[in-house]
């Protein structure tokens, strides 16, 4: 079995930082691309910035040059790092992981979401 664990959200005032954690745990063999999505009410879930295994990164046009992805292969975790918070930055952020699962006949890449964690930014 295969979770993906968000942790560090919470509420902060604009222009205030928050870091973000998505940590895969269970048994798998390999996590492959990771990716930080939002969704705020009533609207559409969106991609934020993804990073591959090999470190490559892609971000939304709003988050450019104020959010910054990283991972740690060894530990199975990535990080969102999140500068100058606007309150259009307000959403459930949701980690999204690909990887291999021990144990499972076929062997293939699977999709796995984290619960979604919640960020406020606000005055």
């Known amino acids: 079995q295969v979770q993906v664990v968000e942790s560090g959200g919470g509420s902060v005032q604009p222009g205030g930082s928050l870091r973000l954690s998505c940590e895969v745990i269970?048994?798998?063999?390999?996590?492959?691309?990771i990716g930080w999505h939002r969704q705020a009410p009533g609207e559409r879930r969106e991609s934020v910035a993804l990073?591959?295994?090999?470190?490559?990164?892609t971000y939304a046009e709003r988050v450019k040059g104020r959010f910054t992805i990283s991972r740690d292969n060894a530990k199975n975790v990535a990080y969102l790092n999140m500068d100058n918070l606007e309150p259009e930055d307000t959403a459930t952020y949701y980690c999204?992981?690909?990887?291999?699962?021990?144990?499972?006949?076929?062997?293939?890449?699977?999709?796995?979401w984290g619960q979604g964690i919640q960020v406020t930014v606000s005055e």
């Open positions: 269970g048994n798998f063999f390999k996590v492959y691309g």
């Open positions: 999204h992981t690909q990887a291999v699962p021990l144990g499972v006949s076929p062997a293939g890449i699977e999709d796995y």
């Open positions: 990073i591959t295994r090999d470190g490559g990164t």
